[in-house]
Every structure is written in structure tokens, then in C-alpha cells.
């Protein structure tokens, strides 16, 4: 089997002005709410990454017309809440959890038989968070062994209200469980024990879909309809994140990131790197639509080892990987708890980034729920992606720091949500090559 190989660093610096491609997260939802409008609705800044574009490629297969102006912008003419269409195949998610268990939403109280599936990575995913909310409110669906995907959805029967108490922090769930809300016959109320990312609440109103949110509690009413409009996605926070902890790291390094996302919902990252001592100032704070948007500018910085805050850890889950590596370059211990999430990501993140981070002699422990880092000098080393994305982009940024290369197996998952990452790090400043075995 054909692998591909990227050699990163060592060292090097950051500078540069620049932005990182379109949120993931919003990119997803854009397509299926823009899909179930009435009308047709122009988006912007949409991510052309492998998860996005399989969540498109999913509608399209349900009588969607689609159009794409350009890499980054689509035209989609809406069927309404009850214009789609029986799909002549299963629908492949490819690596993309958070479009299998939005679309599962969807899919749930559609009048036809669907199949969602999708690659190794995704297939290995837990499905039973979303199965269970689903059947309760009266859909009919099953994944294969242990709940796993694919999953097989039947035609709906009357999709009843819920009031739904999250047994985990997941906004893919309670993202899920609103989707399949807006068919309901009444009311459906989701509790988080702590808050998540916000999107779907947000561009539920941009669509005109009225929807409460009380702290940590979100109500609405099925049966309404969602109305087109113009979206602008912002870049990717989550994207940014690699960028951000490169220039604390690297010595000499400014960079300015333009047109990030800066949703309260999705901040934990600055919040963490912050409190670990990173020069980050945010620029030209603004709103796309209703979401908030800054420019960032992150200058060299000195590092401490911090107790990452709880209540931080929702607010940054898809960035602990990345927080890890800022952790390993800092004066003292790191200590993540309350992270059990991390262990059903693509991969299971906590293993895969201790494997990586002893592997380049750095002094990491895994945890249940965590890890503990203690910060210091690291070589360099080969390293096991696990297919994951976001593995991949972390070691990169960590070559900045070694003293001998880091050699990336298997790298090319970064195209599902950051296409195009190693050739902006190699503009920004890092020494890369790569190869394919």
C-alpha cells in the first residue's frame, strides 16, 4: 500500500500574514441547511476538504442542485423540509463523523430507506449516542456490530418531541438530535452537561428558524420551515490552532491569521494558550453573519506548564492534540483531565499523540481522561499518524521544536480539513519534503 511520507524540520520559524481555509463545523451545516431551505442561498469561505465535500456530495445524491463558482463558494437551490429525494446508494461520509451524525439527523425523519457508511477511521466510530436519542424520538435506524457504521435508516414514522439530557458534552449529538427536530410533532429540548460549539443553533437562525438557547439548554419547535440566505463561513479556529501554537513555539516568529471564527464556543484554544503565557492578540473583532471574527496575531512566546482548566476542555476538543505538542515545548508539567472524548475521535487521539510524543523522547504519560506532559528538549523520530488529520498537522508543528527530523506516516488525511496545509507551513517557514512509499 502506497504511504505518504512527510519529513518536517528540524526547526525553522513563523512569519507571515495569512488565512487558513473555511470552517469545518459550519461547512457541514451550511450544505444542510441551505439543502432543506426554501430558495437558494449562496455561501462563501466553504471548505474544500474531503468531510465537507462528502457532506455535498451526499445532497447532491438526494436531488440537491449544487453549484460551485468556486472552490470556496456554492449555490444551492433548497427543496424545502421535504424535498428530498430516495438516494440510489449508500452515502459515504468518507472520514467525517460530524457529517454522519448531523445527516443521521436528517435522514432519520425522511419518508425513504437510507444507508450512511464511511472509511476504516469512521467505521470504528460510536453511533450509539445518536441511535438511541433518535429511536426514542420514534426513527427507526441501526448501525452493524456495537453500533458501529454503517448505519441503515428506515423510513420514518412520526418523529415525536424529546427532552433530552445528553449523558456527554457532543455538539454533534445534540446537533443530531436538533436536525431530526425540526420534523417532530411539538417540542424538542436538549441539556448539555457543558456547553459546545454553538453552530447549528447560530445558523439555525440565520436560516430563519426560530430557537431558544438558555445556557446550557436549547429548545425549538418542529415543523417550521428554513428560508435561503447569503452565508459568509469564517476560517477554521480549529485550522488556525496548528498556526497559532507554530509561531508560540518558533523563535522570532509573528504571524497574522485573517478572518478567524472566534466563537465563544470555540475559543478554548486561545483561552489554554493564554494561560500558558502565548502573545496572542486578537485584531479587528467583527461579525460574519452571526458569528463573531477576528484577526489573530501570535508573536514568539515563552511558554509555562498549566492544570488545563475543565471547563476549557469542551471548548477546545478538536485542538487538544495541538495543545499537547505547545505543552511538550513548555517549562514545566501540562495536566488535561476530563478528555474521555478524545478517545473516540478519528482515532483515539490520547494514544495515537502519546505514541507520537514518546517516540520523539518526549516525557508524556496518558491518562483515562487525559495527559500529562512535562516540557523539555525533544528529538526527532518517525511517527504514526492512525490516519488521523489532526495527528498529522500536530507532529508537523512539533518539528519546529526537535532536534532532528520528524518523519509523518501516512499525512495525506490532512486534506479533510485543512487542504493544502504542508505547502502554507513550507511558505510560512518550515522545512518540509515529503515523499511517497
Do not use: W
Not at 424520538?137 to 418531541?161: E, F, Q, V, Y
Amino acid at each position: 500500500m502506497t504511504r505518504n511520507i512527510v519529513i518536517c524540520g528540524p526547526g525553522g520559524r513563523v512569519a507571515g500574514d495569512t488565512t487558513v481555509p473555511g470552517d469545518k463545523s459550519q461547512s457541514h451545516r451550511a450544505v444542510i441547511f441551505a439543502s432543506l431551505a426554501n430558495g437558494t442561498s449562496r455561501v462563501s469561505g466553504f471548505l474544500a476538504g474531503e468531510d465537507s465535500l462528502n457532506t455535498l456530495e451526499a445532497f447532491r445524491a438526494m436531488g440537491v442542485e449544487i453549484d460551485r463558482p468556486s472552490d470556496t463558494s456554492l449555490v444551492i437551490q433548497g427543496v424545502g423540509m421535504h424535498g428530498l429525494t430516495a438516494p440510489a446508494a449508500p452515502l459515504y461520509m468518507g472520514n467525517a463523523g460530524t457529517g454522519m451524525r448531523l445527516l443521521a439527523g436528517v435522514l432519520a425523519a425522511q419518508q425513504f430507506s437510507s444507508t450512511l457508511t464511511g472509511d476504516e477511521s469512521l467505521s470504528r466510530r460510536p453511533m450509539a449516542r445518536i441511535i438511541n436519542p433518535l429511536v426514542e424520538m420514534g426513527a427507526s435506524l441501526a448501525g452493524d456490530k456495537d453500533n458501529r457504521p454503517p448505519l441503515h435508516i428506515a423510513a420514518a414514522a412520526a418523529i415525536r418531541g424529546i427532552d433530552y439530557q445528553l449523558p456527554m458534552a457532543s455538539a454533534q449529538v445534540k446537533s443530531c438530535v436538533l436536525l431530526a427536530g425540526l420534523y417532530a410533532n411539538g417540542k424538542v429540548t436538549v441539556t448539555e452537561p457543558e456547553v459546545t460549539r454553538d453552530h447549528t443553533e447560530r445558523m439555525l437562525r440565520t436560516f430563519a428558524y426560530p430557537v431558544n438557547s438558555d445556557n446550557r439548554t436549547i429548545t425549538l419547535d418542529g415543523g417550521g420551515q428554513l428560508q435561503a440566505c447569503e452565508l459568509e463561513i469564517t476560517a477554521d479556529i480549529s485550522s488556525a490552532a496548528f498556526l497559532m501554537v507554530a509561531a508560540c513555539i518558533a523563535e522570532d516568529s509573528d504571524i497574522v491569521l485573517r478572518n478567524v471564527g472566534v466563537n465563544p464556543t470555540r475559543t478554548g484554544i486561545i483561552d489554554i494558550l493564554r494561560l500558558m503565557g502565548a502573545n496572542i492578540t486578537l485584531l479587528n473583532e467583527r461579525q460574519a453573519g452571526d458569528e463573531p471574527v477576528a484577526d489573530i496575531q501570535v508573536r514568539s512566546s515563552s511558554l509555562r506548564g498549566i492544570e488545563v482548566p475543565e471547563h476549557l476542555v469542551p471548548l477546545a476538543i478538536d485542538e487538544l492534540p495541538i495543545v499537547f505538542i505547545a505543552a511538550a515545548c513548555a517549562e514545566g508539567t501540562t495536566v488535561v483531565t476530563g478528555a474521555s472524548e478524545l478517545r473516540v475521535k478519528e482515532s483515539d487521539r490520547i494514544a495515537a499523540m502519546e505514541s507520537g510524543l514518546l517516540a520523539l523522547g518526549v516525557d508524556a504519560t496518558a491518562t483515562a481522561d487525559g495527559m500529562i506532559i512535562k516540557g523539555g528538549p525533544f528529538g526527532g523520530g518517525s511517527v504514526e499518524t492512525h490516519f488521523d488529520h489532526r495527528i498529522a498537522m500536530s507532529f508537523c508543528i512539533a518539528s519546529l521544536r526537535a532536534s532532528a527530523p520528524v518523519t509523518i506516516n501516512d499525512a495525506h488525511h490532512v486534506e479533510t480539513s485543512f487542504p493544502g496545509f504542508f505547502s502554507l507551513c513550507a511558505k510560512l517557514g518550515l522545512k518540509i519534503s515529503g515523499e511517497t512509499r
